[in-house]
């Protein structure tokens, strides 16, 4: 049984810093395309940041320069650094994992964390 779980986000201060991580049980990490995904009320769920099983990563446009994603597979953990929180950051934030690249590029990859809520206040 595959499990993410999320945990880090919080309420911050536009400028803020917050680092979400994301627990994998059930997969093993170094074989999985894992990335972060944001839903912000009223919204679409949007791709954050994604890390590929070689250890590439590729994010958001509006995330480039202030967010960094990472994986620790001997944790079995996925990372989210968010530098710079600008209150359009304001999103549920969830992990999810894949083996398919082409799933992940379309917003549906099979496993998804329940979420954690980041809220930037200006």
């Known amino acids: 049984q595959v499990q993410l779980v999320e945990s880090g986000g919080g309420s911050v201060q536009a400028g803020g810093s917050l680092r979400l991580s994301c627990a994998a049980s059930?997969?093993?990490?170094?074989?999985?395309?894992m990335g972060w995904f944001r839903q912000a009320p009223g919204k679409e769920r949007e791709g954050v940041a994604t890390?590929?099983?070689?250890?590439?990563?590729s994010y958001a446009d509006s995330v480039k320069g202030r967010f960094t994603i990472t994986k620790d597979n001997a944790k079995n953990t996925l990372y989210l650094q968010m530098n710079s929180l600008k209150p359009e950051d304001t999103a549920m934030y969830y992990c999810?994992?894949?083996?398919?690249?082409?799933?992940?590029?379309?917003?549906?990859?099979?496993?998804w964390g329940q979420g954690t809520q980041v809220t930037v206040s200006s």
């Open positions: 999810a994992a894949d083996v398919s690249i082409s799933r992940v590029r379309a917003g549906s990859p099979l496993y």
């Open positions: 890390i590929f099983i070689s250890g590439l990563t």
């Open positions: 059930g997969i093993t990490s170094s074989r999985y395309l």
